[in-house]
C-alpha cells in the first residue's frame, strides 16, 4: 500500500513540474504490464464490469485474407464489388453486431448524460434530428507487431520535454502509460498509419439547408517517424512529408501545400510552402498551423484541426482527465461504403444518422486550456482519446467567452490491411453559424493507396514548380 501511495503522488507531482522540464519515461516493471494486463499499445486488456465493454480483440476480428489485401484488390472490389468491400471493414462482424441495440435521441438524451461528451449533449438541444444510434462494441484496433515492440522500448526511454519536445522515441507509440495530457496527444500525432499513403480526400462546407459544394484534394503523404520501410530514421528530425493537390472546385484548382512535419516543434516546428496558380512561383508559407484557417474551408477548418489536431502543443496547458467510458463513432464501415453517396451522408445540419455508428469504449479525456499570454481562437479544447488506437474521436472547442463552439468528431475505422484505426471520415459541426464541415469523405473516390512509397525528394520545395506542371 505504502509503495502505491508514493507512485500516486509521484504522478501527481509530475504533473506539477514546469513545461520546461524533461518528464521522465517509466519504470521498467510499469511497461512489463504491457502486452499482459495492458494491450501492447496501452490499454486495459480486460472489458469493462458489466461487460457493455468487451476484452480487446484487436487482430482476431480479421480474417488473414483481409489483413493481407493489396491496395488493387480493394480497389477491385471498390468498382466490380462494393459489398464486399464493406464486408473487409466488418471483419468477422455477426448480425447481433450490425444491428443498434438503441438511439439516443433528444428525449432520451438525459438517460445517457455520463457517456454523452458535452459537444453531443448541445448537438441534441441544437438539432432535433440529431441521433446516436448505439451498437455492441467491438475493440478492432491492431497495429504491426515491429510497433508493438518498439512501443514497450518507448515506455522505458522517451521522454517528453516541455510540450514540444519528444526525445528518445522510435518507430512506436512514445507514450503508451502516459503521464500527462500531452504525451496523450503525441500518441495520437505519431501512430502508425502505414509508412506512405496517397489520400482522395473530400471535402465540404454543408450550409443550414443542406447546399454544399466538394472539394477534392489529392494528398501524398510519408511518415518519417512511423515508417516500416525505412527503420533508420532515428536521427531525422521529420516526422512526416505531406504535399497536397487542389483538384477542384475549378477557383482553387492546382494549389499545392507542401508540408514538413518534425517532432520538435519547440525549436522552429514545421515548414511550409505554397504554389499558387495565379501567381505561378512557390512561396514559403509562415502561418500554416495553429488557428489560421485550412485552404478551402472557410475558416470552418484551422491547420491545427486536420486529422483532428495536429501541430504544436505549445499555446495551451495540457491536463490529463484520465480514462472514462463514453460513446464514440466507432467501426465506421458503413459511413465509408462506396454504396452510400455524398449526398446521402451531408443532410442539414449534421451528417445522417443512419450511417452513424457508435460505440461505447474507454476513453482518455484530455484538457487544453489557453495559456495566459498567448492567442487562439479556441481557449479550451476538450479531446476524447480512444484507448485502443490513440486516436482522437471527439473534441469539443469552446470560444474566448467559455462558449461550446465547434465539435469535432473522427468516426474511427479499423484498416485491417494497413494495419491502423484512424478517423474516416471527419465533421467539425460549427454551433454559431450552425454550418458544418466535412473532410475524409471517399465514398465516390478511389480506395487510399497504403502500398505506394516516396522518395523523401518528391517532397522538396524545389519540386513544386515541376509538379504544378505535370498536373
Not at 461528451?117 to 507487431?145: L, N, Q, W
Not at 519528444?166 to 502508425?192: D, R, S, T
Not at 512557390?282 to 470552418?300: F, L, S, W
Request: hydrophobic share 35%; net charge negative.
Amino acid at each position: 500500500m505504502k509503495s502505491k501511495t508514493l507512485r500516486v503522488l509521484a504522478t501527481c507531482a509530475a504533473g506539477w513540474l514546469s513545461t520546461s522540464a524533461a518528464l521522465a519515461a517509466v519504470s521498467a516493471d510499469e511497461a512489463e504490464r504491457l502486452g499482459k494486463d495492458l494491450t501492447p499499445v496501452g490499454a486495459i486488456h480486460a472489458g469493462n464490469e458489466d461487460g457493455s465493454i468487451p476484452e480487446w480483440t484487436g487482430k482476431a476480428n480479421f480474417p488473414q485474407d483481409t489483413i493481407d489485401m493489396t491496395r488493387d484488390e480493394l480497389e477491385r472490389l471498390r468498382t466490380k464489388e462494393p459489398e464486399k468491400l464493406v464486408a473487409q471493414f466488418r471483419g468477422t462482424m455477426d448480425e447481433e453486431l450490425l444491428k443498434p441495440i438503441f438511439t439516443i435521441t433528444r428525449e432520451n438524451m438525459a438517460e445517457h448524460a455520463a457517456l454523452l461528451t458535452e459537444g453531443h449533449k448541445a448537438m441534441f438541444t441544437a438539432y432535433p434530428t440529431f441521433k446516436i444510434p448505439v451498437y455492441k462494441s467491438v475493440r478492432t484496433a491492431f497495429f504491426p507487431d515491429k510497433i508493438y515492440a518498439e512501443t514497450k522500448l518507448n515506455a522505458t526511454r522517451a521522454t517528453l520535454e516541455g510540450t514540444d519536445s519528444v526525445k528518445g522515441a522510435v518507430l512506436g507509440f512514445p507514450f503508451p502509460i502516459p503521464q500527462n495530457g500531452a504525451e496523450v496527444i503525441w500518441n495520437h500525432k505519431l501512430k502508425f498509419r502505414g509508412s506512405a499513403a496517397k489520400r482522395y480526400n473530400n471535402q465540404a462546407i454543408v450550409q443550414p439547408n443542406g447546399s454544399y459544394v466538394i472539394t477534392k484534394i489529392i494528398e501524398d503523404v510519408k511518415f518519417k517517424y512511423a515508417n516500416l520501410e525505412e527503420q533508420d530514421n532515428r536521427s531525422s528530425k521529420i516526422i512526416a512529408f505531406y504535399l497536397s493537390t487542389t483538384v477542384a472546385p475549378p477557383r482553387v484548382a492546382g494549389q499545392l501545400t507542401l508540408v514538413h512535419e518534425t517532432a520538435d516543434q519547440a525549436s522552429g516546428g514545421r515548414a511550409a510552402w505554397l504554389f499558387s496558380p495565379g501567381l505561378g512561383r512557390v512561396n514559403r508559407a509562415p502561418d500554416v498551423g495553429y488557428d489560421n484557417p485550412a485552404v478551402g474551408t472557410d475558416n470552418e477548418q484551422y491547420n491545427d484541426q486536420i486529422d483532428m489536431f495536429n501541430g504544436a502543443l505549445d499555446r495551451f496547458n495540457w491536463k490529463l482527465l484520465g480514462r472514462k467510458e463514453m460513446y464514440i463513432p466507432y467501426n465506421a464501415y458503413e459511413i465509408n461504403s462506396p454504396l452510400v453517396t455524398y449526398d446521402d451522408i451531408l443532410t442539414p445540419n449534421h451528417a445522417n444518422p443512419a450511417y452513424t455508428r457508435f460505440e461505447k469504449h474507454r476513453v482518455w479525456v484530455v484538457e487544453a486550456n489557453l495559456k495566459p499570454g498567448t492567442r487562439h481562437n479556441f481557449a479550451k479544447r476538450v479531446f476524447y482519446i480512444d484507448e485502443d488506437s490513440w486516436s482522437i474521436a471527439v473534441i469539443d472547442n469552446y470560444d474566448g467567452r467559455g462558449e461550446l463552439w465547434k465539435v469535432q468528431e473522427g468516426h474511427l475505422l479499423t484498416a485491417p490491411f494497413v494495419p491502423t484505426t484512424t478517423g474516416i471520415p471527419e465533421f467539425i459541426y460549427d454551433l454559431q453559424s450552425k454550418r458544418y464541415f466535412a473532410t475524409t469523405l471517399a465514398n465516390e473516390d478511389e480506395v487510399t493507396d497504403f502500398d505506394i512509397t516516396y522518395e523523401d525528394r518528391h517532397f522538396e520545395p524545389a519540386n513544386l514548380s515541376r509538379l504544378a506542371r505535370r498536373r
